[in-house]
T-cell receptor, first 115, second 109 residues
Framework: GAVVSQHPSWVICKSGTSVKIECRSL??????MFWYRQFPKQSLMLMAT?????????EQGVEKDKFLINHASLTLSTLTVTSAHPEDSSFYIC???????????FGSGTRLTVV | GEDVEQSLFLSVREGDSSVINCTYT??????LYWYKQEPGAGLQLLTY?????DMKQDQRLTVLLNKKDKHLSLRIADTQTGDSAIYFC?????????FGAGTQVVVTP
């Protein structure tokens, strides 16, 4: 089946630094990828929709200058958290559209801790 | 308000059946999904149902859909300790997933 690899699975960074999270579709081409954020014991909140070769579409309330999304190829989308602060600590998950009946495949998530 | 609503917690004894309920508001979704999330992990697709179906059975999992009431349920038969997790229902709307808050299922011996 379709596999989405997300890396790193966890990262600790200092406040003020930037962190890049990668999301790769391993055996299919993902024209659309989605980035979600999940707070502890809460649901997933869609941050942005990333289409290959075009600018990402951000959800209301998500700072596009803080959460930079790049979808340069059909198999890779990246999320960069710029000038990270402790309140950015969260679980970030990507998903990719397979356009199959199985729907959308999710990555395994990245636990970001900003200290 | 929430587009997708779920009960937050369910405690079930091992071997019993679990039923997780979900209501949604957007009826444009062609498919509706159930995902499982174990602690510290991503989402695992459990099953999905086509919006024109009333029921789908997949081994221990049974999905019921009442499209008129916009109500979706997931039944897990013979619940095992490995079924302890958070379960999310999801209703895509133009490719964007609207997730419920998740139902934490705790299986007790």
């Amino acid at each position: 089946g379709a596999v989405v690899s997300q890396h790193p699975s966890w990262v600790i960074c200092k406040s003020g630094t930037s962190v890049k999270i990668e999301c790769r579709s391993l055996d299919f081409q993902a024209t659309t990828m989605f980035w979600y954020r999940q707070f502890p014991k809460q649901s997933l909140m869609l941050m942005a929709t990333s289409n290959e070769g075009s600018k990402a579409t951000y959800e209301q309330g998500v700072e596009k200058d803080k959460f930079l999304i790049n979808h340069a190829s059909l198999t890779l989308s990246t999320l960069t958290v710029t000038s990270a602060h402790p309140e950015d600590s969260s679980f970030y998950i990507c998903s990719a559209s397979t356009r199959d009946l199985d729907g959308y495949t999710f990555g395994s998530g990245t636990r970001l801790t900003v200290v | 308000g929430e587009d997708v609503e779920q009960s937050l917690f369910l405690s079930v004894r091992e071997g019993d059946s679990s039923v997780i309920n979900c209501t949604y508001t957007d009826s444009s979704s062609t498919y509706l999904y159930w995902y499982k999330q174990e602690p510290g992990a991503g989402l695992q697709l459990l099953t999905y149902i086509f919006s024109n179906m009333d029921m789908k059975q997949d081994q221990r999992l049974t999905v019921l859909l009442n499209k008129k009431d916009k109500h979706l349920s997931l039944r897990i038969a013979d619940t095992q300790t490995g079924d302890s997790a958070i379960y999310f229902c999801a209703a895509p709307s133009w490719g964007k997933f609207q997730f419920g808050a998740g139902t934490q299922v705790v299986v007790t011996p």
